[in-house]
Every structure is written in C-alpha cells, then in structure tokens.
C-alpha cells in the first residue's frame, strides 16, 4: 500500500510528512511494547509500518534504529511536540488516527497489508 | 459476534485454559499491551490481543470483565498464570501469528458475521 | 580500536530512552555499512539503555569500544543490582515499574534480548551494581532469517 493508501484506510492525519514518501509498504507490526518490535530487525531492507499507541521519542527512536520508515500512531491521544519533531530530524513520516489499534489493523489488513513473517533465529 | 470455540476453529489459536466455555460469545477485540489502556477502553465481549504474560493482566480482566485474552508471536504465561486463569473464568489462548496478522484475521471474521 | 563513546544514562529519564542507540548508530553508518548489523547493535544498546534508566538508582553509563570487526558495549550501575538473574533471563519476566510500562517499555525481554543479538554476553551483579558486556560481532555469516 502507499503512503496515501494507508492514509486513506485509517483516516489518518499527517502529523509529520518528511520522508520516504514513495514507499510501496506490504508488511505492518501493531506494538505497544517498544521492545516487542526487536524481531522486525531481520528483514533485509523491506520497509514496513509501525502501528503503535504509544506517542513519546522512544517510539521515533526505535523506528530510526530499526529502519522503520512509517509509524502510524493509534488511538487519537495529543502527540507531544518533541516526537513530532525527532520525526522531522530523522525523517520518520509520522500519521496519527482516532481509530483503536485493533479497528486500524483490521482495515489495513482488509486492503491487503500483511503481518510481518519474519522469524529469528 | 462470535462464540471462542469458532475463533479456534477458523484460525491457528490455541486454548491453554481447560473447562474454557468456549461458547462464550465475543462482538470485538481490543488490541493492546498497555495495561491503563485497556483498563480504559476494553470491554466486556472483547477478545484482549496482547504480548502481556505476567499476572497482573489476570486481575485487569476480572474488572473489565473481559471474558477472553489471546497472547501472540508464540508467547504464552507460565503455568501459575494459567491455573489462575481458570479458576477466575478467564478464557487464554494463543497464537504463533503477531498482534497485526491475527488482529486482521479476527477484524476480517467479525465483519463477515456482521454483513451476513 | 577506532573509537571510543561514553554516555552517562541519568535513572528514570524516560524520554531519553533510545537517545545514546541513536546517536551511536548514526556515528557508526561509516564503519560499518551493512544496515542489518547496525540495526542488530542499535537494538543492543537501545535495550541496555533502557535498563539504566529503568531499573537503576542512580543511573549508570553506556562505554562503547569500537573495534575493526565488533563493537563492546559496557553497561555499569551502582545498584540495585538484579535480584534473580535467572528470572531476569526469562522473557515476559519483567520487574519495570508501572510508570515504564506505561511508556511502552518493562516488556520484559530487554536483558534477553541484548543475549540473543550479541555475539558475546556477560552479566555481573549484586546490591553494589551490574555489570552488563557484551559484543555484537560484523560477522557476515550471522544468520538472522
């Protein structure tokens, strides 16, 4: 799915759009625990989703460690100004949506976006 | 909605509770490993899709009255968590899929019930 | 060795969290071109950074040696020290207070999985402090899929 696409999907605000915004994204992670999302670090280069509920750096960090270049934040709570503007330096493209993690898998799930099948050894 | 016993059937989940009603019905799932958060806004015919395994969620179930919790990527509580589970009524289950991919096929199930 | 980094990492500096991983990782892209090892170290020290600010007193520091092929990594505290090391080493077994899970930290897998990414692992500690080593090694045989 495109960037536009996933936008579309969720009804999701661009909170942030400086980025890899040509990206064709097949595979998304739904995480709240930060640590949870370490497995997605053996993909060869493939970019993926972040779906996450949690709004603070850490979560811009992780993305930024992990090559992630689209996180879509769910749940509508106030992004604060800071995790919007780490995205902005690391060109993290940041969206956010009123729409509950399990409602905004499901519709992205619908249109074709797939769990991430990657396993470590 | 749903009953658990078709969630089982129609996807790759696994029941780790015995003497599990599993005709307990579900209209929703709620996805999420903060524990406040579910506090807040998970109900009472939600299935609770999570990575959460320690003790602390049993108790968060019996208040919200959340008859079912469905752990991911292959995890799943230790035995204590387990028997507790089952003498409070809590349905576990568990999957080798992640949150995403089984939030999607349940998402994708619950829609098709809706509409037929 | 090419380089040395060090960080002080303060307790409960939550919003922190992630910053010292970042900034090695950025240093480091000209060393050690290959994303999927900087992204195996990034992820090390991100989780042992966490462990300073969550599960410390007084906080602690993060030494980093660069070297041709690796990068050692020397997390030290001053306490509390893990009670149970071996429970420490169970995933899901987490003692983060509720305020870090919040947060979306205190999963519960950080210690293990700095051990299952590393190429070398070793753990030291009592009520005095902990003593966290460990290598990830830009071993190209490393198999991760």
Redesign the interface.
Same mark, same amino acid.
């Given at each position: 799915m495109t960037v536009d696409e996933i936008i579309e999907a969720v009804g999701a605000e661009v909170l942030q759009g400086k980025g890899r915004t040509d990206l064709d994204i097949n595979y998304a992670f739904a995480a709240d625990l930060m640590s949870d999302t370490l497995f997605i670090v053996a993909r060869d280069d493939e970019p993926i989703l972040l779906i996450t509920g949690v709004t603070n750096t850490s979560v811009v960090r992780t993305a930024t460690i992990l090559d992630i270049p689209l996180v879509l934040i769910v749940r509508g709570k106030k992004i604060p100004p800071e995790t919007i503007q780490l995205a902005i330096e690391n060109e993290i493209i940041l969206l956010q949506t009123p729409k509950i993690m399990f409602d905004s898998c499901g519709l992205l799930f619908e249109k074709g976006m797939k769990g991430c099948p990657w396993r470590l050894k | 909605m749903m009953t658990i016993k078709q969630l089982t059937e129609l996807l790759p989940i696994e029941v780790l509770t015995k003497n599990a009603d599993l005709d307990t019905a579900i209209e929703s799932a709620y996805s999420s490993d903060l524990l406040s958060q579910v506090l807040a806004k998970a109900c009472h015919r939600d299935v609770w899709i999570t990575v959460q395994t320690h003790a602390t969620i049993l108790g968060i179930a019996s208040i919200k009255q959340i008859p079912c919790i469905l752990f991911t990527e292959g995890l799943r509580p230790c035995a204590e968590v387990i028997t507790k589970a089952e003498q409070e009524s809590i349905i576990l289950l568990a999957c080798q899929t992640t949150s995403f991919q089984v939030g999607g096929e349940i998402y994708k199930l619950l829609t098709k019930e809706e509409g037929a | 060795m090419i380089n040395k980094l060090f960080f002080p990492v303060i307790t409960s500096d939550?919003?922190s969290? %992630? #910053?010292k &991983?970042?900034e090695v990782?950025k240093k480091l892209k000209d060393f050690f071109p290959k #994303?999927?090892y900087l992204?195996?170290l *990034?992820?090390c020290i991100? =989780?042992a950074e &966490?462990n300073l600010v969550i599960h410390t007193n007084q906080g602690g520091s993060l030494e980093i040696l660069v070297f041709k092929d690796r990068v050692r990594i020397i997390a030290s505290d001053k306490g509390p020290g893990i009670k149970d090391l071996s429970k420490a080493l169970t995933? %899901?077994? #987490?003692t983060a207070p =509720?305020s870090a899970?919040?947060? %979306?930290?205190? %999963? *519960?897998? *950080?210690i293990n999985?700095i051990k299952?990414?590393a190429d070398y692992f070793f753990l030291t500690s009592s009520k005095q402090g902990t003593t966290l080593l460990f290598e990830v090694w830009n071993d190209d045989d490393k198999?991760?899929?």
């Open positions: - | - | 939550y919003p969290i %992630g #910053s &991983a970042l990782k #994303s999927d992204r195996r *990034g992820v991100f =989780e &966490a995933p %899901g077994y #987490s =509720e899970r919040q947060l %979306g930290f205190g %999963g *519960g897998v *950080g999985n299952r990414f198999a991760t899929n």
